[in-house]
């Protein structure tokens, strides 16, 4: 039904900056939330930011003050402006999508490559 297609990633020195998209099609009108996780081999995927439908917005404590969400509604899109890169933050990104009344995220992004280089 819902359909995430993002894009964005690419190979980065320290420092540098990157900026993710992420577009959903399908069933989407109002009342949902969009966030971004990221998730590196043998790891959990984990929560990097999110912005709801109200909005507001949530960061790890890892990406604080580097990384910045936003969302255009009517484009149905959530962006993730990531500065200051470390080599940590070196993941495949994942966008992902709920309705508000869902308790957990339910639809994903393919997947985007995040490589920062030391």
């Known amino acids: 039904q819902v359909q995430l297609v993002e894009s964005g990633g690419g190979l980065v020195q320290a420092g540098g900056s990157l900026r993710l998209s992420c577009t959903a099609s399908?069933?989407?009108?109002?009342?949902?939330?969009m966030g971004w996780f990221r998730q590196t081999p043998g790891n959990k995927r984990e929560f990097v930011a999110t912005?709801?439908?109200?909005?507001?917005?949530f960061y790890s404590d890892s990406v604080k003050g580097r990384f910045t969400i936003s969302r255009d509604n009517a484009k149905n899109a959530v962006y993730l402006q990531m500065s200051s890169l470390k080599p940590e933050d070196t993941a495949v990104y994942y966008c992902?999508?709920?309705?508000?009344?869902?308790?957990?995220?339910?639809?994903w992004g393919q997947g985007t490559q995040v490589t920062v280089s030391s």
């Open positions: 912005m709801t439908w109200i909005p507001m917005t």
């Open positions: 399908g069933h989407t009108s109002s009342g949902y939330d």
């Open positions: 992902a999508f709920k309705y508000t009344e869902q308790t957990a995220y339910n639809v």
